[in-house]
């Protein structure tokens, strides 16, 4: 079977647009892969994700109490060092209490309340 020059140029621009749409192909590949979220990724975050002021009191605390207790609060061997029924100890040490908290919810929320206080929407009389 012959084959004509337009058919020769066909292929080769075929061949050319096979190899174009690969490259593209693996460069979207190492540009998509996804990070581990954490505290690095918090700071690309606006306040405006989080819809309502997180409560420490009422939303914070007893993630802390069900999941650092009794070691972090009153009476505890750590809470003299770290108190986890003060605000600002979760904030101040927020990287590594986000690893020890290993439900995804609960991590979540502590991240939205550890942005929204270091974003400056903290409400007066959060911290005991």
């Not at 009191?57 to 061997?77: L, T």
């Not at 029924?85 to 904030?91: A, H, Y």
């Amino acid at each position: 079977m012959f084959t004509t020059s337009s058919d020769v140029n066909y292929m080769l621009q075929f061949q050319e647009m096979k190899i174009l749409l690969i490259g593209i192909l693996i460069l979207w590949k190492f540009c998509s892969v996804s990070k581990v979220p954490g505290v690095q990724d918090m700071q690309n975050k606006t306040p405006e994700t989080t819809a309502d002021t997180i409560d420490f009191a009422k939303q914070v605390q007893p993630i802390m109490v069900s999941n650092c207790s009794p070691c972090h609060f009153p009476g505890g061997k750590m809470y003299s060092r770290l108190p986890f029924d003060k605000d600002t100890t979760i904030i101040n040490h927020s990287p590594g209490i986000l690893k020890r908290i290993k439900n995804k919810e609960q991590n979540s929320l502590l991240q939205n309340f550890i942005l929204q206080n270091k974003n400056g929407l903290r409400k007066e009389g959060h911290e005991k």
